[in-house]
């Protein structure tokens, strides 16, 4: 009897320390490597908008249209005054596993940044730096700031966290579901796992473009308030 205690309690400790690296490995490691990836993308994107001409003002017959988005590569930086000064996150392309571990993923199929429809971004709630942790404290009329290099986006909150499931797309539609919009317009939407530690539902929070600047004449007031 004592050999069989003595088995189950070193069993026990075990698993217990076996859990206690899983958590480390969550809470801890993800995060570091998180944020050596998206500090890595962070400095492409400055490096490639170092490196490319930004007119004062289009040619009359107009600019060239813009090169398709590459899967994985980053497109834009987003800023959420909300979450803190120094929040400052990559959006690449598309929305597969390696990819949301670098940085926010962009839905392929939905619009372009600042474009009519609707630009939709995915983000971990916890894990791989926790971007999206505060997102249920995002309200109406908070600004989310992304620039592409040439030129600062303001959207603006307008709804309050959407709770739905994770097969309810029609979220991020060009005139999102839910959304209470009336019709086409310049949308954002923001979507992250619910709860906290879980994925059986998603968070979703719709914005509005309010407003863009070239990168020319400097950081949006959003940014400094």
């Not at 600042?114 to 916890?126: D, T």
């Not at 620039?147 to 991020?172: A, E």
Request: some cysteine.
């Amino acid at each position: 009897m004592r050999l069989v205690v003595k088995a189950f309690s070193e069993a026990c400790i075990t698993t217990g320390t076996l859990i206690l690296l899983f958590v480390v490995y969550v809470l801890h490691w993800t995060g570091v490597q998180a944020g050596a990836a998206t500090d890595g993308q962070l400095d492409t994107l400055q490096r490639q908008w170092a490196g490319q001409d930004v007119p004062a003002r289009q040619p009359a017959a107009g600019p060239p249209p813009p090169k398709p988005y590459e899967d994985g590569k980053g497109l834009a930086v987003m800023y959420v005054p909300r979450f803190g000064k120094d929040w400052e996150w990559p959006v690449l392309e598309g929305t597969r596993t390696a990819t949301l571990k670098k940085g926010l993923g962009h839905y392929t199929p939905t619009a372009r940044l600042g474009e009519r429809g609707n630009f939709a971004v995915a983000g971990h709630r916890r894990t791989h730096g926790d971007p999206f942790k505060d997102v249920p404290r995002l309200r109406p009329g908070d600004a989310i700031v992304l620039t592409d290099g040439t030129t600062w986006f303001t959207y603006r909150v307008d709804t309050k966290p959407y709770r739905t499931v994770p097969t309810d797309i029609g979220v991020i539609d060009p005139v999102p579901r839910a959304s209470g919009y009336a019709g086409p317009g310049r949308y954002l939407t923001l979507t992250t796992c619910e709860p906290e530690w879980g994925s059986s539902h998603r968070l979703i929070v719709w914005a509005h473009l309010d407003a863009t600047r070239p990168v020319t004449a400097g950081r949006p007031e959003a940014l400094d308030s």
